[in-house]
């Protein structure tokens, strides 16, 4: 009995110690902890005057998960991000498909879709604000324009990019239309789309952000914004962290899907 | 040019291999009808001097003539829905002949065409923007990136940092940035560099991690010390990324400046749209927006252009994107 409680100990103090002499754990906390430290010292002497510390935005957390609508703002950044990057999906990959297949819609409407992909999307901010009848529909509307051209072009390039000799492979062994649109095309293009959509999902909650700061009663932008408002930075950077945290699970959960959906790209 | 070998088959089957020079030649001679078509087809030669026909092949291209009719129908459309039959709320986009007109109008209505000085102003002042925040964002971010591919402390110590940061996208950095900074002009170039800044570590990182092992010991058995790997080793070998990762850079950093000068800015192309919408001033909002999109699309083929200038040895380009 009393070796087998040693035992366990001994085998998990064995593990602790290997994750100590782990370089990449040991190093990597060094750094993180290098940094917040430099932060705190920073703030205790003075150097950083506006800045809160660390010390002090963990204290306030709580305090700010509890205010009115901390919550209510994620649901509504949330709803914009992906009901915009879900429209901009579905007509994205319906143009570059169409575009990749038909060489005439491509030549007439691709320069077109040139011309306005270098406009940044937030340019548009100002005119969606005049022109879509509600702020809702206005964030929706930018969040769209932010994820198109990236799932567009990927959509495209991905049909480019596929190798000329399986499209004839699949021809001469007889594959009608539909056979080669889902047995070629598709798997060809998948991974390339995956880029373009996990690309886009970064860039919708960047549009969403700007878009709330300038327009919105509510929402994670809105809410940092709100706290430069009143002055309270711990409210800033407790919004910015959310903002973080939310970009990140949602890149996250596409590139877990994108992995699911390709299996065979694992190796690479 | 890869068709020599076509041309001297196909024009006059039968007979030996000509000179490429007599073949061109001969065909512009004749009237053959069969040389006629195949002097039409994109692949042939164009002779000296021959401008009309340049001209015309330009012309004749499917590829111009598709892009016509997009356009064509693209403005139609546009100018229908405006000017012609006008759904509701269609009236806060102006029509593009009016449009077009204020920009080239030596007297424009809202005080912004090409003829103003205030239009060059608003330019100017983000272009420096963008180009002050690029520069900052090149010069840390590719050393940045190179440590972090190149030795494994800095990389285990530091990219848990980058990688904690850089979720937070820049325009969520502009209350604090403008609370932060002393002057807003800071505020809003520092907001512009840090998605550039981002961009360009990461791909630098990538290009370095990219390089094959032998190259580093192949380096290390011809006695090159640090200095010299670094020249003649680490920096081409990451330069495709590098470069890919610049391009990426500026996109974003245009993308970042117009949140920016947006929420922030009191000058500047974005602040120039933001006014038109406080003062509809419909023209202007437009004008600002295709000129934001003409200045990015041009820093981004200057881009391309000195990457491929200085990587003539590197012939297809490749990369990741961030």
Redesign the interface.
């Known amino acids: 009995m009393n070796t087998i409680v040693l035992s366990g100990f001994a085998r998990r103090r064995e593990r602790v110690k290997r994750a100590l002499q782990n370089?990449?754990i040991w190093?990597?906390a060094?750094?993180?902890a290098?940094?917040f430290i430099v932060w705190q010292f920073a703030r205790w002497i003075g150097l950083m005057t506006?800045?809160p510390s660390p010390i002090e935005v963990a204290q306030a957390v709580p305090q700010q998960m509890e205010q009115e609508g901390y919550w209510l703002s994620w649901v509504a950044s949330s709803r914009r991000v992906f009901l915009g990057f879900f429209a901009a999906a579905i007509f994205a990959i319906a143009l570059g498909v169409s575009m990749g297949m038909a060489r005439?819609l491509r030549?007439?409407?691709?320069?077109?879709l040139e011309?306005?992909?270098?406009?940044?999307?937030?340019?548009?901010?100002?005119?969606a604000?005049?022109?879509?009848?509600s702020p809702e529909m206005t964030m929706v509307f930018l969040t769209f324009l932010g994820a198109f051209f990236p799932i567009f072009i990927n959509v495209l390039a991905g049909i480019d990019n596929i190798d000329m000799r399986y499209i004839q492979a699949a021809h001469s062994l007889g594959a009608s239309q539909r056979t080669l649109f889902w047995r070629v095309m598709v798997p060809g293009a998948l991974p390339s789309l995956f880029?373009g959509l996990s690309?886009a999902i970064?860039i919708t909650?960047?549009v969403v952000?700007?878009a709330e700061?300038?327009s919105a009663q509510l929402g994670l932008?809105y809410l940092?914004?709100n706290?430069?408002m009143s002055?309270s930075?711990v409210g800033?950077?407790v919004?910015?962290?959310s903002?973080?945290?939310a970009?990140?699970a949602s890149?996250g959960v596409m590139s877990w899907i994108g992995k699911r959906a390709t299996p065979w790209q694992r190796g690479h | 040019m890869q068709n020599v070998a076509e041309i001297t088959r196909t024009a006059k089957p039968g007979v030996k291999p000509q000179l490429v020079a007599d073949v061109v030649r001969e065909a512009h001679d004749t009237h053959d009808p069969y040389d006629e078509r195949l002097r039409q087809s994109p692949d042939w030669p164009v002779a000296p001097g021959d401008w009309g026909g340049r001209i015309y092949r330009a012309v004749s291209l499917p590829r111009l003539r598709y892009a016509l009719l997009g356009f064509a129908l693209f403005f139609g459309l546009w100018y229908l829905l405006t000017a012609v039959v006008v759904p509701p709320r269609f009236h806060f986009i102006p029509d593009p002949v009016y449009l077009f007109g204020q920009w080239i109008s030596k007297e424009p209505q809202y005080g912004i065409s090409i003829f103003t000085p205030e239009y060059y102003e608003h330019i100017k002042v983000s272009v420096i923007r963008v180009y002050i925040a690029f520069a900052i964002s090149v010069g840390i971010g590719a050393p940045l990136g190179i440590v972090l591919g190149w030795s494994s402390f800095g990389r285990n110590t530091l990219f848990p940092i980058v990688e904690m940061l850089r979720p937070i996208p820049p325009l969520a950095w502009v209350p604090l940035a403008v609370l932060t900074f002393p002057e807003t002009e800071m505020a809003v170039i520092f907001v512009t560099l840090l998605a550039s800044f981002f961009a360009t570590v990461l791909n630098t990182y990538l290009g370095v991690r990219s390089i094959p092992d032998t190259y580093f010991r192949a380096a290390a058995c011809l006695g090159y010390g640090r200095v010299d790997v670094l020249r003649r080793v680490v920096v081409p070998g990451a330069l495709p990324f590098i470069f890919t990762g610049l391009q990426i850079a500026m996109g974003v950093a245009w993308f970042s400046l117009v949140g920016g000068e947006l929420i922030a800015g009191t000058s500047g192309l974005g602040y120039l749209i933001l006014d038109g919408y406080t003062q509809l001033a419909l023209p202007n909002i437009f004008i600002g927006m295709i000129t934001l999109g003409v200045l990015g699309w041009a820093s981004s083929a200057l881009i391309r252009k000195v990457g491929k200038a200085m990587m003539a040895w590197h012939v297809k380009g490749q990369g990741e994107a961030a």
Do not use: C
């Not at chain 1, 011309?115 to 005119?127: G, V, Y």
């Open positions: 370089p990449v190093q990597g060094l750094g993180i290098t940094f506006v800045l005439k030549l007439g409407g691709f320069p077109i011309i306005l992909r270098p406009i940044p999307p937030l340019a548009w901010l100002p005119l604000i005049l022109f879509w009848p880029t690309i970064g909650w960047e952000i700007a700061m300038a932008g940092t914004w706290a430069y002055q930075l800033i950077v919004g910015m962290l903002i973080g945290i970009g990140m890149s």
